[in-house]
C-alpha cells in the first residue's frame, strides 16, 4: 500500500517517516511525484488547511494522502504565529523580516525573539492537525497534537527544524532543537498526532503493522 506524504518539508518527512515506520506501507513524498501542484494554505485554521490539502492531493494523484497543518501559538501574540507559522517572517504583523542571508526559520525565529524582547509571558504552545483521506474509499480520519511550552531567550540546538531552537517543550530545560530525535517524537505535537492517527489506522483496518517502508 502507498500512501502519499503532502510535504516537501525534509524535516516532517523524515518525523513522519520515522513514527509510521512500523506500517507495513511505502510513504511517498511530494518529491517522488512525476508532477507537483502547489496547494494555497489560505485556510484560517490548521484543521481546514489540512484537510484542503488532503482532499487536494488525493483526488489529483488518486492515492491516499496524510496532509498536515502545524504552527506555533504565542499566549502574549494573541496566538500568533499560528497559521501564518511557516511564513511569519513575510507577514505584516510585527512587520517584515526581509534579510535574504538568513534562512526561513531563521528569519521566522528572530522575529518572533524580537517581538517577545522584554515580555515576561512567554508561554506557548505547537500544535498540528493531521488528515488521511482516501478518496476511493471515501474515508477520512483526523487527529490533533499539542505539545504546551516556551520560548526560549535566544536559539539553541541544531536538531529539528522551524522553531525547534527557540521552543522549550514543558518539564525540559532543553529546547527541542536539543533533544534526541527519538525523545522529541515522544513529547512532539507531530509524534502525538501521528501516533493517535496510527492507532486508528491499524484499528479502522486501513493499515497493518509489517514491514519497515
Known sequence: MKI?????????????????SDLD???LSLKDMSKVIEVEEDKETFLENAIKKATTYASFYKIPVIAEDA????????????????RFY????????????LSKDER??????????NKENRKGRYKTVVVYYDSDKGIGIWTEGVCEGEIAQKPQGSGGFGYDPIFIPQGYNQT??????????????????LNKLKELLIKTGVVEIGAKS
Do not use: C, F, W
Open 4 to 20: 502519499l506524504v503532502a510535504t516537501t518539508n525534509e524535516g516532517k518527512l523524515r518525523e513522519i517517516k520515522s513514527i509510521l
Open 25 to 27: 506501507v511505502e510513504l
Open 71 to 86: 504552527g506555533l501559538e504565542v499566549d502574549v501574540l494573541e496566538g500568533y504565529p499560528g497559521v501564518y507559522s511557516a
Open 90 to 101: 513575510s507577514i505584516e504583523y510585527g512587520g517584515k523580516l526581509e534579510d535574504e542571508s
Open 108 to 117: 521566522n525565529n528572530l522575529k518572533l525573539l524580537k517581538l517577545l524582547e
Open 176 to 193: 527541542m532543537a536539543q533533544l534526541p530525535p527519538e525523545e522529541k517524537n515522544k513529547i512532539s505535537h507531530r509524534g502525538k498526532a
